[in-house]
């Protein structure tokens, strides 16, 4: 499963990148917003950090408007991708940029048809939010299971894309039922990493390694 981090943060892509493991980024409106920075200039410095996908999204919503901003972003790099939200105006802009080869990720995605129709249209990704589904007494991984049988029923090539994840138990679920990608916070991604047991059990290795005289024997030269 492909991982990617979802914000608009330097520092903290920064930090995810340096993991080694990651493989893309996401944003949306409220995360570049909340940065309080140009967009245009944001989304460069990010494709310049990671060069796997980078999701960027317009916020117009009739397929002209969202065509004619979605351009300018096509030019910022070869690993923007175009996000639109799963309206019909959104369906419809995702086929024609998706005709003319540029990479689409639908976003805003809350049941399967909307993935159906996404994957019809040929985006490349589909962004089912299950931490909101949760929110609201809902059970977010389901989507992610039936969009899953969809896909593979017909062949789709369009990749799963596990978005407003919560916690690492969404992590797991979303690697067991074999979505393509999960975009998590950072602080998701570094809770994946962290068990009590592996703190406590290297801090004793460390001691015993400290408290042994096997540091002090030197070693036989090699053969
Ligand atoms: O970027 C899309 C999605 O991951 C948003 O998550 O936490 O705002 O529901 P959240």
Redesign the pocket.
Same mark, same amino acid.
């Not at 978005?163 to 919560?166: F, G, L």
């Given at each position: 499963m492909d991982i990617y981090v979802?914000t608009a943060n330097l520092d903290e892509i920064k930090i995810a990148a340096s993991l080694g493991v990651l493989d893309g980024v !996401? !944003?949306?409106p *409220?995360?570049i917003a909340k940065e309080g920075v140009p967009f245009k200039q944001r989304m460069k410095e990010i494709c310049a950090v990671v060069k796997g996908p980078v999701s960027a999204e317009v916020v117009s919503i009739e397929h002209d408007a969202m065509i004619a901003e979605a351009e300018p972003l096509i030019d910022i790099a070869e690993n923007i991708v175009i996000k639109f939200p799963c309206i019909e105006e959104g369906i419809k802009a995702c086929k024609t940029l998706s005709d003319r080869g540029v990479r689409v990720n639908m !976003?805003l995605c809350f049941q399967p048809l909307q993935a159906l129709l996404a994957a019809k249209a040929g985006a490349f990704l589909i *962004?089912p939010?299950v931490? @909101?589904v949760d929110d609201v007494g809902g059970d977010g991984m389901e989507i992610i299971q039936q969009i899953r049988v969809i896909y593979d029923n017909y062949g789709f090539k369009t990749k799963i894309l596990t978005? *407003?994840? @919560?916690h690492p138990q969404h992590m797991v679920q979303a690697a067991m039922m074999g979505s393509d990608v999960a !975009?998590a916070?950072l602080k998701v991604i570094q809770q994946m990493i962290k068990h009590p047991l592996t703190d406590v059990g290297l801090k004793n290795f460390l001691a015993d390694w400290e408290k042994s005289k096997a540091q002090l024997v030197k070693e036989p030269a090699m053969a």
């Open positions: 979802d !996401t !944003t949306n *409220s995360l !976003t *962004s939010f931490g @909101r978005a *407003s994840i @919560r !975009t916070p």
